[in-house]
């Protein structure tokens, strides 16, 4: 027993010492000491003294960092440089583009929550009053069965009040005519607008995002700023951005579109230029843009500006009236008519200026896209299915609670239920999500790992909820017509799972593909050592990251151990009472994400970038991490509001569920077997505890979607709720209370018309006959005819003469 209590005295002091990431050398003493003080009371001299030589043997080498730097680091370094991947150029321009920002954090193993606590992102009086102002008019103009059914566009009224108030210069500055609005106030616009229609989100959406405004901005000559970004502002140019073509779309480094700087005579005057040829699809705006951003590879075969004749990926921004430019036509998404179109030339003639930059940035194409690309889509996307999820939410919480079968609101069935719990819970989530990466960029972060768990994960839950949307409303969801506001979206769906980077390989991917590596503490250290020239530094600089690197994976095995042990039930945390348990599991699984990132990629090394499954579950292991912050950080920013706890418990334990799927999955998967049985151990010692939101707290979620109520206000944020005749959804929710209160009053009905005390068969007689029978007074009998009347409007579908759903053919003849 004594050689077992002063084995077990080393262990705890050598695991309390990992656990809290002391230094080596405290490591040393307190594990020395620890061994010495138990073997000494327990009278164990030979096991103390055995334990001693071991610990001092480990500890002196270590401590002795001339002797460790040569006789273990350098081997080590040598080892390193010979397995380490090489990086595409892909790759390491991702890489080396854009921040880290509290994803790093997660990555640690160890998360500083103060990180967390930035200032509650707001609008500004500006902001909120475009928000009130012309948001709203834009929304109460919108018709969406006239833009996807008749038009296929846009009304010329539409067109001119978007530019008329600037809607496509939120991102550009004042100076330059622009309404410089915060990506929040940006994120804001997009969500309101996209609970009226995808087609006008997404024409706001792009020349905010990815195009030609942005890339301006950041790299664009005085001359370009000067000359377009004004125009811009106004919509006197519509600007669209060129990049995919039929061989090459998120692999731009493939692209084969090229520019071959040559001399040409221009109005009789000898110009160095570029002769581009390409073949780009899919471009949003296309058809009618007056300025098109082109990507293409450029080279310079007579070396006419130099040595190089790969000069690399380049941007450049063409006139629509550039001889030899054509577009105009347009392709047709999914029966959502946003303009979109191919555009082709082939040996067009622009001058050197026409490159974004200049000549000075030809090459630097790339790293532009990149840098720029994680700004957009950590807003356009997110923001378009945020709004289109909390619309949702207000939509069918409230049309459960109207539609009525065998007797009952739809809502009180329990298959219905569990669709609202969903809708409702992931919404939050979203919510939390586009908000949290929104107030990252107005941070200055040029956040490329969150903007793809942004991108990724709102476009996939808002897939789920169209799909739960479309069921709850059933036939109401899929008879087309000005009656119906979900089956459009449903048709949307696809589309933003699609661009911007394919979902499937933005999680297989990129997320943990970059997020292993930019938001590790060590690795991308570790990597840029090797490019050090100087011998000296670069063994010093690697000894000093591989050690910090070992005790960092040694910290995580406790950590995870630990926590796994104890349920992450003690221990310090962040939060308050209610969400301390939140933040210990955050705790927990942060640990356990870092422990399987470092094995994954230290026994597979290279090989792990094509183990994209492997990679995919453990992107999904930081994704959720970095989503259940959000939510915590939504609920403290939003002043620990009790009413919002079913929504953020709902997602929260979602989150928590998936994490463990996810982990479960990588480790099951691991082809090294030993290794694998090692990890279980260490990340679940007890098994798999964590289990899904439970029905009774799906009851929960759900009853907030049905009734008015604070949560459900701030769960619709930025939803256009104005009773207007375009807004279905606003008039129903003005109907609602008169529902909620019509119920008594209707079972008392209900319950006199079964005993069979009416005469007639219709049903406004028959509140003739409860009125006269005493039953309801006049005031009850007119709150059912109300509601009646106003339920009968939403629950029903349109209908149409054939001739009606020819709309090209009408539209011809009338024309």
Known sequence: MSVLLTLLAALIASGVCAYHRTSLRTWAIVTVVATLVVGLLVRAPATMVILLLIELAIALPLLMVDFRRKQISAPLLKMFAKVTPKLSETEQTALEAGTVGFEGELFSGKPDWHELQQPRPELSVEEQAFMDGPVEELCAMIDDWQITHELADLPPNVWEFIKKNKFFGMIIPKQYGGLQFSALAHSAVLQKLSTMSATVSSTVAVPNSLGPAELLLHYGTDEQKNHYLPRLAVGEEIPCFALTGPYAGSDATSIPDVGIVCKQMVDGVETLGLKLTFDKRYITLAPIATVVGLAFRMYDPEHLLGEEEDLGISLALLPRSTPGLQIGRRHFPLNIPFQNGPVHGKDVFAPLSVLVGGPKMAGHGWRMLVEVLSVGRAISLPSNATGGMRASALATGTYARMRKQFGLAVARFEGVEEALARIGGLAYATAALSRATAAAVDRGEKPAVTSAIAKYHATEWARQVAADTMDVHGGKAVQLGPKNYAGRGWSAVPIAITVEGANIMTRSLMIFGQGAIRCHPYVLKEMQALSIADRGEQLKTFDRLLFGHLGFGISNAVRSFAMGLSGARIGEAAGDAYTRRYYRKLDRYSAALALCADVFMGVLGGKLKFKEKLS????????????????????????????????????????????????????????????????????????????????????????????????????????????????????????????????????????????????????????????????????????????????????????????????????????
């Open 616 to 815: 995919a579950r453990l992107g999904d292991v930081l994704s959720y991490l970095y989503i259940a912050s959000a939510m915590l950080k939504q609920y403290e920013d939003n002043g620990r509001p009790e009413a919002d706890r079913p929504f953020l418990a709902w997602g929260f334990h979602e989150c928590m569920w998936l994490i463990q799927n996810a982990l479960d999955g990588a480790i099951r998967n691991f082809p090294v077997r030993p290794v694998a049985w090692l990890l279980r151990v260490l990340v679940f010692p007890l098994g798999r505890r964590e289990v899904p939101p439970s029905d009774r707290l799906g009851r929960r979620v759900a009853a907030l979607l049905t009734a008015p109520n604070e949560a459900l206000d701030r769960l619709t944020d930025w939803v256009y709720t104005t009773p207007t005749p375009n807004n279905t959804i606003g008039r129903m929710k003005a109907l609602l209370p008169d529902v909620i209160a019509a119920e008594p009053v209707d079972r008392k009905f209900g319950k006199a018309l079964k005993s069979g005390q009416f005469s007639s068969h219709d049903y406004l007689d028959q509140l003739v006959e409860a009125q006269q029978a005493g039953v309801i007074s006049e005031a009850e009998a007119e709150l059912l005819r109300r509601v009646r009347e106003g339920v009968f409007e939403f629950i029903s579908v349109d209908d149409f003469d054939t001739d009606e759903m020819r709309a090209f053919k009408t539209r011809a003849d009338a024309g």
